[in-house]
């Protein structure tokens, strides 16, 4: 099952890494998107990463902040937030795409994983 991890509480101007892996099941040929629901608000795209890592593209709202990597032996994503805003925070979810190279449509992905909570205090 695909699974977020890595969240937890950080100060403002801090920075956290997330890790998305799917243990038994491989996505190497897919771009995996990040996605996050701040509380009261409806999940929104944060970023996705092409299947080899060649390429990738980010919400504007953390573009220059944030930064998707993938480790493909590892079948791990890794989404790391730099100068964290109180804004920020939000549960983060992974997705697996339909293609190896994703959208920021919500309909682009197949499989979800259980989101991991990112609490920013100012």
């Known amino acids: 099952q695909l699974q977020a991890s890595g969240g937890g509480l950080v100060q403002a101007g801090g920075s956290l890494r997330l890790s998305c892996a799917q243990p038994r099941r491989t996505f190497t040929n897919n771009a995996v998107g990040w996605f996050r629901r701040a509380p009261g608000k409806e999940r929104e795209f944060v970023g996705v990463?092409?299947?080899?890592?060649?390429?990738?593209s980010y919400a504007d709202s953390v573009k220059g902040r944030f930064a998707i990597s993938r480790d493909n032996a590892k079948s791990t994503v890794y989404l790391q937030m730099s100068s964290l805003k109180p804004e920020d925070t939000a549960v983060y979810y992974c997705?697996?795409?339909?293609?190896?190279?994703?959208?920021?449509?919500?309909?682009?992905?197949?499989?979800w994983g259980k989101g991991t909570l990112v609490t920013v205090s100012s």
């Open positions: 997705a697996v795409g339909r293609s190896a190279y994703g959208a920021s449509t919500e309909d682009s992905y197949r499989y």
């Open positions: 990463i092409s299947w080899n890592g060649g390429s990738s």
